[in-house]
Nanobody, 117 residues
């Protein structure tokens, strides 16, 4: 069973918004709320990088490259993590993944975000 199931990606024009979701299907609901959760991304030909993270009590932090353009949130009752993105740039094109922070060894399939005309 895949632990992390990401969704919401797609093709969006520059400047557009997109909302990503991720369900942690393996962690119990009672435990999920205590884990730090994060979004990561991997652009073509580049290493995976951290985008944002959120603590169990909703304290957030963002990578400088996306600060002010993204908002991370979570629904602890549904084991779900969100990433609301706006003002997207072509350089945001990547596969986006969610995971714990620090990341577990197993990753989901990710969701492809392509920013292009």
């Amino acid at each position: 069973q895949v632990q992390f199931v990401e969704s919401g990606g797609g093709l969006v024009p520059p400047g557009g918004p997109l909302r990503l979701s991720c369900v942690d299907s393996r962690t119990s609901t009672s435990a999920f709320r205590y884990f730090h959760m994060a979004w990561y991304r991997q652009a073509p030909g580049k290493e995976c990088e951290w985008v944002a993270h959120i603590s169990g009590d909703h304290v957030t932090n963002y990578a400088d490259s996306m600060r002010g353009r993204v908002t991370i949130s979570r629904d602890n009752d549904k084991n779900t993590l969100f990433l609301q993105m706006s003002s997207l740039k072509p350089t945001d094109t990547a596969v986006y993944y969610c995971n714990h922070l620090p990341a577990l060894r197993d990753w989901g399939q990710g969701t492809q975000v392509t920013v292009s005309l």
